[in-house]
């Protein structure tokens, strides 16, 4: 009895990890493990980088004071007409706070004020995980310290391969559900065919039924009128349009069937959404960073595509300000969206691409049997 208690016991914990690998695996499971990743990244560079970053931006912005005061100091204290010894009173501290400046750039000062500008943020190091495991990696922002750069290196090691693995995952469903979309739109047109030719069949029912009655009102004769078509009387016309209403129907639903069989996007519409996507960032960033159109287009494209050059990238969200960090925020949303955006795109063109190609080698070997 203990021992089958205890294989219970295992067997349920280990369907128990199987349905957690399982659930991480699937899509939800896939979008919060990278969520989650992203966020344990932000956490540990923030932890690693911050203190240093606020360290280094302390000794400069401490130096450049004592420096000011030095001079300030000199100015009044030594005899202003000894020029020489306040030129030397003034350059000498001017080496000090020099030598104070190139020791933090060689430790990773990057100019930023203390207090008041930040990189090493939540929000920031959020972003920079995501440039990471996304290989965007501007360049503009990097780890200073070798503990952040040891885990920079590790970090990559785990999300990149995860990164990859939701591309792909989350790619296949956008594009299941855009191609369902487009199905959906296919059928909303022919079904808006459909009563536009049931309308118009509508619309000649009733006129043929107002010139019959006319005629038989005033006792016209029309047999010779449709003799004239092989036809006897004016039920037979009636027959005859609705018979030709229900070939148009049949062959409106035979067409709409052909297409909802193999659906495949268009190309011109995937790069239609691609650039719409671009279109919304470039007006985005183009108002934050009063950059020009051409500028913001070029920032949106050169990240989406995980190039990240770098020379270009949002100023104005380095800082500690709360407007600062959202909108930190909503440009990793945009680069993290827009990447899986990007991934169903490809899927899409390939689907594409795949069946015109096809479509061509077939028209090519039809054309070799017709010449044999």
Known sequence: MGRRHRRSKVTRVVNLVKKIIAFFFSHIGLCALVVGYALLGAVIFKAVEGPHEAEIQAQVKAARE?????????????NRLDSKQWKNTVLDEVKVFKTVCMQSIRKGYDGKEYGK???????????????VITTIGYGNTAAKTYIGKTLTMLY????IPLMLLFLTNIGDVMAKIFRFLYAQSIRLKFRLILWHKKRKAAKI????????????????????????????????VEDLLTARVEMEQLEVRETAAAQLESVTVPISLVVFTMLGYLGVGTTIFKVWEGWTFLESFYFCFISLTTIGFGDKFPSTSVSNTDEAQEKLVITSIYLLFGMALLAMCFNLAQEEVQNKTRWIADKFRSKDDDDD
Do not use: E, M, P
Not at 66 to 78: E, K, Q, S
Not at 156 to 159: E, L, M, N, T
Not at 217 to 232: A, E, Y
């Open 117 to 131: 500008q930040a990189q090493w943020t939540f929000t920031g190091a959020f972003l920079y995980s995501l440039t």
């Open 66 to 78: 004592r420096a000011v005061d030095v001079v300030w100091n000199a100015t009044f204290r030594v």
């Open 156 to 159: 990559a090691i785990i999300g």
């Open 205 to 236: 029912r009733r006129a043929n039924s107002l010139v019959s009655r006319l005629t038989r009102g005033h006792r016209v004769k029309t047999d010779s009128s449709v003799d004239s078509f092989g036809l006897g009387a004016g039920a037979d």
